[in-house]
């Protein structure tokens, strides 16, 4: 170093050592700078700092440096300058301060600290009574575990005392309840203060008494309980709304209680004049399916879109978490037993066991790890309430596809068709390129009405697999939910006929049994299925009660309904189940007239109907007992049912009139019934849903009707017009019939069905009972009609007299139906005793066409027969009576009766063509009469009328040419 300088001069002191340097995650000490003090000597100044993430944050000391060869040495230290010193103390003081903050804030967000303000404000606010501020602080503070939490419990305790209820008014007190019920465990017997509070603002202060009744209801679980405060609810919130008409969410919540108690019978009413504000709350959907179920789909559509598409947003999130973790529960199981975790004993089982029974192991082991996730249980619970959007999103597809069916431009029709199918695929799980979602799409396209394209991708997996018996299985639910029965009987027997394994072929076996045509077939079926399965079991019970039934041994049927009840009892609570314990409840009812039973049918179809709202058998089945509760309670005042020991039935209430205004009045009965509303609403989706279904679309056909219900009567007749119904079991039994010579069965059975209704009209009172005895003899001289086909020895006569007495002692439609059916049988069989060609003709015809459509064509084609019946008195009888038909109700005229009239040469006929002409309904019914049966020569015959009606006689002309050409038995005349 240069001699004339000093290191004491500098300022410095030497030292041995240099200064200790180190960090911690970036904190603690490091020399930083370089100021030169003398470059010959390469001397120069560092100042050693405290830092921060490796930041020089606070000088602590000068260190005098040489470097030496790129080596640094420390031969002195000095002081800091005085501002560099009282920039370190504000540093310091800065760091304090801080420090004490960060200690405060701490301190403030303490469970402790955070708990006594809350108290403290509680209490602050409970003395100024604000008791909603006050009660949430509280709830705070209780909720806290600290010291207060204590003090929070007995300070609610107070509150909630009944004496001090007693000094709030109804709004804080209500309030304290509110809080008290959410801390159940403070208040052991709460409910019983509630409905004491309940009582005592029932009749002064109506809002409060409804907000504390919501609380006995989340409360209770007694059903009876929860119906009865709901029903008090309803009266509370009725005088409400009726006060306030403009407050929505009153109007909501009271709609939302007509929905749960009256089917929503004032819906419309309730919630209509908010139309325009429902946005996507609950009374948007309450208000958009109440306009599914009366089908008005334009209003429908509005409502329900916006709220699905909300709605399905958040179905999709839950499921998604729900799906994932399961997956995730799986995947770690399967690692689990592969890494060895599970208990010895389970490897020991699974190495000695079969491989069906390792798989089992398997799921059994997944199942248990499922169940003990409690994150699952939160998941399936946010998933299982997400999922009521689902038969929302179907009645949209639904009322969608009723818009896309009445478009007249293809282009939209396309478009409509193809939103519905994009609404009805967003409520399943299935991913675009599984096989699931294949069969879905299938399903859905048999819904569109795209029968093609949906037996297109079933025949696709088929190939896919090469017609296994899994797929064939597969693919005959899909076909039986649609209606095909048929065509899924074909393929379950496929698939029976492929399978080896003896839990397939079980399976299989109770598929089929589903199936079964007859009570015999069925037994069959189900006695090759697994006997030990308690469905298997609970069916054959069922199976053998109908049994017993139709062989009248009541108390036989009773042991084996009740049995089967005491089997499904056993069983999981789901769709099936419910459905099936719904058919047996209704079986015992039939036979033993409790009415518990009826009840039971009821509440447990409808609880189906809420598991499967996507389900054609659930809803066409729950659509028909709904139906049936309607007839039976109209029916009751007027006909003794248990007496006839009848099912209520449609055609039963055609006794109870005889002109159109004493129909109406029926009509309006009916749908003023909250279970028609129910059961058509059933029924409209069952349509949908099972497109092929015969039955199904004839029994629909004929409510509409009855009802007068044109639009769906329309709907009806534009879906049927792109789809094939399954008609072939009926058309087996039309070519069967036709060649039948042995008609032995059938005559025993005519007999013993009169012989049994002749015992029931011994029994009845001529006085007490003249509609029951009317009813059972217009059965007996049905059955006497259909005998005389068989049995030359029936006296047609004597049957055509008891028909006209017994119009006479009951004129209504259908007595007059009976006679009309009995005079035109006896012409058809007196006249084969004069004229040959016409026995010739007879018996080429009869069991091709009914007998009024062969009386036609016998008019038409045997001369000295229309001679002879023209002078007889039997064709002025037949004449009035279709007149007499046609002038009660003359908005229903018949194109039968037409062309009767127009056969026989009547003046009549015109009038009845102007109004066939003028009735545009008549064109659809005509049209779906044509889809629903199996007889081709009489929807040829049917065309042909129609096009005589229309007057386009050409087209008459080439419909008779081409049925000819298809080898149909057509008359020559025609």
């Known amino acids: 170093m240069n001699q004339e300088i000093s290191i004491e001069d500098l300022g410095y002191t030497p030292v041995d050592k240099a200064p200790a340097q180190f960090t911690i995650y970036g904190f603690g000490t490091r020399l930083y700078g370089k100021k030169m003090i003398d470059e010959d000597q390469n001397l120069y100044e560092k100042t050693l700092y405290f830092t921060v993430l490796f930041l020089p944050t606070l000088p602590i000391k000068k260190y005098l440096i040489q470097g030496v060869n790129s080596e640094e040495y420390v031969i002195a230290k000095g002081n800091l300058s005085g501002m560099a010193r009282g920039g370190n103390l504000c540093v310091f003081l800065c760091i304090v301060a801080l420090l004490l903050y960060a200690g ?32 949430e602080n509280l709830k705070m503070a209780y909720d806290s575990r600290t010291e207060y939490s204590k003090a929070a419990g007995e300070e609610f305790v107070r509150i909630a005392s009944d004496e001090n209820l007693s000094s709030l008014s109804p709004e804080n007190a209500v309030a304290v309840m509110r809080y008290a019920v959410r801390l159940k465990k403070l208040f052991p017997g709460i409910i019983t203060r ?22 006995i209801v989340s409360l209770s679980t007694d059903e009876n309980v929860i119906t009865s405060y709901k029903k008090k609810q309803y009266h509370l919130l009725t005088d409400l709304v009726a006060v306030s008409p403009e407050d929505m969410n009153l109007a909501i919540d009271l709609a939302m209680l007509e929905e749960y108690l009256n089917n929503c019978e004032r819906c419309e009413e309730i919630l209509a004049r908010h139309i325009e504000k429902l946005g996507i709350s609950e009374g948007a959907r309450i208000l958009g399916q109440h306009y599914v179920s009366i089908n008005k789909t334009d209003e429908a559509y509005n409502l329900l879109k916006p709220y699905t598409n909300k709605h399905l947003q958040a179905y999709r999130k839950a499921e998604k978490a729900y799906t994932d973790m399961l997956d995730k529960i799986w995947d770690n199981t399967i690692k689990e037993l592969n890494d060895g975790k599970a208990p010895q004993s389970f490897y020991t089982k699974y190495n000695a066991a079969s491989e069906q029974e390792q798989d ?32 929302v999103a179907l009645d949209l597809g639904i009322v969608m596809l009723n818009r896309a069916m009445v478009m007249q431009d293809t282009v939209q029709r396309e478009k409509g068709l ?29 819904w569109l009405g795209k029968e093609t394209e949906g037996q297109a991708l079933f025949n696709a997996l088929l190939d896919k697999y090469n017609r296994s018996h899994s797929v064939l299985y597969s693919i005959s639910s899909i076909l039986r939910d649609l209606g095909a029965e048929t065509q899924s009987k074909e393929y379950a027997v496929e698939a029976y006929e492929k399978a080896k394994k003896k839990e397939d072929l079980y399976n299989y076996a109770y598929h089929l049994s589903l199936l079964a045509e007859d009570q015999e077939e069925k037994i069959k079926w189900l ?66 007239k409790n009415e518990s039973d009826y009840n039971q049918a009821l509440k447990n179809m409808d609880k189906a109907v809420a598991l499967s709202p996507d389900s054609s058998i659930v809803l066409s089945n729950s659509s028909d007992y709904h139906c049936k509760k309607v007839y039976r309670d109209l029916l009751a005042k007027h006909i003794n049912l248990d007496v006839l020991d009848f099912s209520p039935s449609l055609n039963l209430f055609s006794y109870l009139y005889d002109d159109e205004n004493k129909k109406q009045r029926i009509i309006d009965q009916m749908k003023a019934h909250s279970s028609m509303k129910k059961a058509l609403n059933y029924m409209n989706k069952s349509l949908l849903l099972a497109p092929k279904n015969t039955n199904l679309a004839g029994t629909a056909f004929g409510l509409y009707s009855f009802l007068r219900m044109d639009d769906e009567i329309k709907q009806l007749a534009n879906r049927l017009d792109n789809i094939e119904v399954d008609n072939q079991a009926n058309a087996l039994e039309i070519t069967e019939h036709r060649s039948k010579t042995d008609h032995s069965e059938t005559i025993e059975l005519y007999k013993k069905n009169i012989n ?35 049995d030359k020895s029936v006296d047609v006569d004597k049957v055509l007299k008891s028909a006209l007495a017994n119009f006479k002692r009951l004129p209504s439609v259908s007595t007059r139906r009976g006679y009309k059916n009995a005079l035109i049988k006896k012409i058809l069989v007196s ?21 009024k459509m062969l009386l036609c064509l016998a008019l038409g084609e045997i001369a000295p027969f229309k001679k002879r019946f023209s002078a007889s008195p039997e064709k002025k009888t037949l004449e009035n009576l279709i007149m007499a038909s046609h002038s009660k109700f003359p908005g229903n005229p018949s194109s039968s009766g037409w062309f009767m009239l127009r056969q026989m040469d009547s003046s009549s006929e015109k009038s009845l063509l102007t109004s066939l002409k003028t009735t545009e309904i008549c064109k659809y019914k005509e049209k779906i009469y044509e889809k629903l049966i199996a007889n081709k020569e009489m929807i040829v015959l049917n065309q042909y009328i129609s096009c005589l009606i ?25």
Do not use: C, W
């Open 418 to 446: 193809k939103d519905a199918e994009t609404t009805f695929l967003a409520v399943q799980g299935y991913a675009g390129d599984t096989d699931d979602y294949q069969y879905y799409l299938g399903q859905v396209y048999y």
């Open 527 to 592: 006695e090759k299925a697994d006997t030990s399965n308690p469905y298997t079991k609970a069916d054959l019970y069922t199976t053998k009660g109908y049994k017993a039934e139709i062989d009248d041994k009541k108390k036989e049927a009773l042991n084996y309904f009740q049995k089967a009840i005491a089997v499904y009892k056993t069983l999981p609570v789901k769709s099936s189940m419910l459905n099936n314990i719904a058919l047996v409840y209704m079986a015992k009812y039939r036979v033993g």
């Open 360 to 391: 089992n192991m398997v799921n059994e082991y997944f199942i248990k790890k499922r169940n003990q996730s409690k994150r699952l249980s939160r998941l399936l619970n946010q998933y299982q309430e997400a999922t009521h959007v689902v038969p």
């Open 831 to 851: 006249e084969q005793q004069y004229t040959v060609d016409y026995k010739v003709f007879y018996e080429k015809y009869h069991k091709i066409y009914e007998d």
């Open 104 to 135: 405060l804030k701490s301190y403030m967000s303490s469970p402790e600290y955070m708990a006594k303000k809350n108290y403290n404000a509680a209490v602050k606010a409970l003395a100024n009574n604000d008791y909603f501020i006050g009660l």
């Open 194 to 215: 509630v409905e004491k509070l309940f009582a005592k603002y029932e009749a002064s202060n109506k809002l409060q008494a409804n907000q504390l009744a919501d609380m």
């Open 950 to 974: 229309e007057e386009h006689l050409d087209e008459a002309a080439r419909i008779i040419k081409q049925a000819r050409q298809d080898n149909l038995i057509i008359p020559v005349s025609l």
């Open 756 to 790: 049994l209704l002749k015992e029931k009209l011994k029994k009845l009172n001529k006085t007490k009972y003249p509609t029951e005895r009317a009813i059972l003899e217009s059965y007996i001289i049905s059955y006497k009609i259909g005998l005389i086909e068989y």
